[in-house]
């Protein structure tokens, strides 16, 4: 059901969320407006990424487990206001066998896409690395870098000072996913579409931001008051 494709999203990363969404569809186990409407919450970053990414970044590794936790419930928020067909039920009909040798298939010319997308933007930051950055503020750059590539946009955040802003960017950058993500995602989704994914990404970073502004104060108070 639905809640399966949710708990794989949320620990498989981008873009797996909607890879297995896109074949949910194309097999006929749920719905295109289902379909449509899951990739708006239901392709995140996985506890890999995060974790192997952003635990480093801040002086508390416990900070990573609230970022997790921020990208889970920003996801459920949007999916809880998406518009939904009380009609449409996700449910199994008419499925399609779906073998191994399909799967492996389906698995390589997935990341064939993905590393060639990476591959694009990261020439395309450090162009703007070597010919461009004199013009933008640091802070500015950090922004970029998240919203064009989500792997560089985390390894520029150590360039913030402050860990409450710091902590508040991490957890926007994640929510978005960044460009590179959003055209893996078209990589995965052929036949399907892009649905709500954009307006998703845009809602879940918003949410995102408005509870690390909430919660930020409390944990970074009480790591001055350690201190």
């Given at each position: 059901g639905s809640e399966s494709l949710m708990l794989l999203s949320f620990l498989g990363g981008y873009p797996v969320g909607a890879q297995?969404?896109?074949?949910?569809y194309l097999a006929n186990s749920i719905s295109k407006e289902d379909a449509n409407r899951m990739l708006g919450f239901c392709n995140n970053a996985g506890p890999a990424f995060i974790f192997g990414m952003l635990s480093f970044i801040f002086s508390n590794s416990h900070i990573s487990w609230i970022l997790w936790s921020i990208h889970i419930l920003s996801a459920l928020s949007v999916g809880?206001?998406?518009?939904?067909?009380?009609?449409?039920?996700?449910?199994?009909?008419?499925a399609k066998e779906i073998t191994l040798p399909i799967l492996l298939k389906n698995s390589i010319n997935s990341v064939t896409s993905i590393c060639g997308w990476v591959i694009i933007f990261r020439i395309i930051l450090c162009l703007?690395?070597?010919?461009?950055?004199?013009?933008?503020?640091?802070?500015?750059?950090?922004?970029?870098?998240?919203?064009?590539?989500?792997?560089?946009?985390?390894?520029?955040?150590?360039?913030?000072?402050?860990?409450?802003?710091?902590?508040?960017?991490?957890?926007?950058?994640?929510?978005?996913g960044g460009l590179c993500v959003g055209m893996q995602t078209t990589s995965v989704t052929q036949g399907?579409?892009?649905?709500?994914?954009?307006?998703?990404k845009i809602l879940q970073t918003e949410f995102s931001i408005l509870y690390?502004?909430?919660?930020?104060?409390?944990?970074?108070?009480?790591?001055?008051?350690?201190?």
């Open positions: 297995i969404i896109t074949q949910a809880y206001i998406l518009p939904y067909e009380a009609e449409t039920k996700c449910h199994i009909h008419n703007f690395d070597r010919w461009l950055s004199w013009l933008v503020p640091k802070d500015h750059q950090v922004i970029l870098s998240g919203i064009l590539e989500l792997s560089n946009g985390c390894l520029s955040l150590k360039n913030i000072q402050n860990e409450h802003i710091r902590f508040i960017y991490a957890s926007g950058m994640l929510a978005f399907l579409g892009m649905g709500y994914y954009l307006p998703g690390s502004l909430f919660i930020s104060p409390i944990i970074f108070q009480n790591a001055v008051t350690k201190i």
